[in-house]
Nanobody
Framework: QVQLVESGGGLVQPGGSLKLSCRMSRAITSTFNMYTMGWYRQAPGKERELVATITSGRTTHYADSVTGRFTISRDSSKKTVSLQMNTLKPEDTAVYYC???????????WGQGTQVTVSS
């Protein structure tokens, strides 16, 4: 497992934007490149759901609910994955978790979670 440190959550009005970042600490670039990185979210009373993923080859996948509004990206030199969230809606309110899935043994590592609240 690897350590993931998230940042960037907060309170934003509907229609606003936020950017989440997640850094893989205590890892070298080659280690980072062994992982598919992703963001998941969990709203109160609901199960955790996938938001977006990005492979080391930068192939991306998005949940239907965020397609066209969210963009996931990764920077291998900084060992960081980011989630740019635009046109936010109240239903995007949740705790967002960074995920790293090892491409070889498929083991998951999770960040501590960061709260995103969309409200006027």
């Amino acid at each position: 497992q690897v350590q993931l440190v998230e940042s960037g959550g907060g309170l934003v009005q509907p229609g606003g934007s936020l950017k989440l970042s997640c850094r893989m600490s205590r890892a070298i670039t080659s280690t980072f490149n062994m992982y598919t990185m992703g963001w998941y979210r969990q709203a109160p009373g609901k199960e955790r759901e996938l938001v977006a993923t990005i492979t080391s080859g930068r192939t991306t996948h998005y949940a239907d609910s965020v397609t066209g509004r969210f963009t996931i990206s990764r920077d291998s030199s900084k060992k960081t994955v980011s989630l740019q969230m635009n046109t936010l809606k109240p239903e995007d309110t949740a705790v967002y978790y960074c995920n790293a899935k090892n491409d070889y043994d498929y083991k998951d590592s999770w960040g501590q979670g960061t709260q995103v609240t969309v409200s006027s």
